[in-house]
């Protein structure tokens, strides 16, 4: 009868997730909610064997520095590790494991959400009807039109997981795929989406009509969407946002936005998440752009299974085993 790991949880996370870590582990929840300060995740990682971070908590190389030497493993309750520092993690032997492949299918169909929602004016009809006030006078041939997504080329920044899972419905919508990634997936991906890889990411941005940005945020990543490389977009395309706020140089985007280059962007991360831009809420109040609150993988279902996912991490590695999902500091 092991002494089971005292296991810290910076958010609260859903009933039954909450109840399960409660049986296996010595859990310290948080059953207010409220983001934890920088000096409760010092205690914690100079109490705790495990922290169970999310990505609104910024494990940098100075927190991870005052880790105890129980401090064993951080779990994160999220796919990115844009929020932990790896490197220092592993330089101070303390694992690091995500959750991915639960949320992929969940963060796609939201990418298809944005990619339909702006072209197709969803949240501006939408809007028609809030507080109907009976103003809406019916049907008319030249009303609310957008465009047709169907047919256009689509460029996915990033093709793992969660850009795989967005290319296999674009293509069932009739957009035709084009990717650019560090490398080529396998041809047999490559043949059923019917795939062009693009080696050059400028030479695709000049050519799609819709670029979904599905990479990790890494320091290789940051601002990938310079304001040169949104230059080089066709006119009037448009830009969907799932991965990270800073993977686009946002300030330049709002400027190709208000500019009329660009026909609009469906965004669900932020440079300076949680605070948005003024701008792109007026642009949003005008139609141009659809905003969402980080609600990429929001579903009940995908939270059950990200709070599996980090109990299994946690188990595996304490009963002396590799976890399945564990990260490893970048390759520079
Ligand atoms: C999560 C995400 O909600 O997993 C990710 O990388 O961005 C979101 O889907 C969040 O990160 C949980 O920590």
Not at 62 to 83: C, S, T
Not at 239 to 265: C, F, M, Q, W
Not at 293 to 309: F, L, Q, V, Y
Request: charge should be neutral; include cysteine; charged fraction near 25%.
């Amino acid at each position: 009868n092991r002494k089971k790991p005292k296991v810290y949880i910076t958010r609260r996370l859903p009933d039954q997730v909450e109840t399960r870590m409660r049986e296996l582990f010595d859990a310290e929840l948080n059953i207010t909610d409220e983001p934890r300060a920088q000096p409760e995740l010092v205690a914690a990682m100079r109490s705790a064997d495990v922290l169970v971070p999310t990505v609104t908590d910024k494990i940098d190389a100075a927190l991870i520095e005052q880790a105890g030497p129980q401090m064993k493993l951080i779990a994160n309750f999220g796919n990115g590790v844009d929020n932990i520092d790896v490197d220092a993690a592993q330089k101070k032997g303390i694992t690091v494991t995500n959750t991915p492949n639960v949320l992929s299918d969940d963060t796609a169909d939201m990418t298809m959400a944005l990619m339909l929602a702006v072209p197709r004016r969803l949240t501006e009809g939408a809007n028609v009807l809030v507080g109907n006030d009976g103003s809406w006078k019916g049907w008319s041939p030249t009303w609310m039109l957008g465009h047709r997504i169907g047919g256009k080329r689509l460029g996915i920044i990033g093709m793992g997981r969660i850009g795989t899972a967005v290319a296999r419905r674009a293509k069932a919508f009739g957009l035709s795929i084009h990717y650019h990634n560090r490398r080529r997936v396998d041809p047999d991906t490559e043949d059923q989406l019917e795939a062009t890889y693009w080696d050059s990411l400028d030479q695709m941005l000049a050519r799609v009509d819709i670029v979904s940005v599905n990479c990790p945020s890494t320091p290789a990543t940051f601002h990938l969407l310079s304001a040169r490389r949104l230059e080089l977009m066709k006119p009037g395309a448009y830009i969907v946002n799932t991965a990270r706020g800073g993977i686009i140089d946002e300030d330049a985007l709002i400027k190709a936005l208000r500019e009329g280059r660009l026909s609009g962007a469906g965004l669900d991360v932020f440079e300076h998440e949680p605070a948005v831009d003024k701008r792109l809420v007026k642009l949003a109040s005008e139609g141009r752009v659809v905003l969402l609150p980080h609600m990429g993988s929001a579903t009940m279902e995908g939270r059950i299974d990200m709070g599996d996912k980090v109990i299994i991490n946690i188990r595996t590695f304490f009963d002396g085993h590799r976890p399945p999902d564990r990260v490893l500091p970048l390759r520079s």
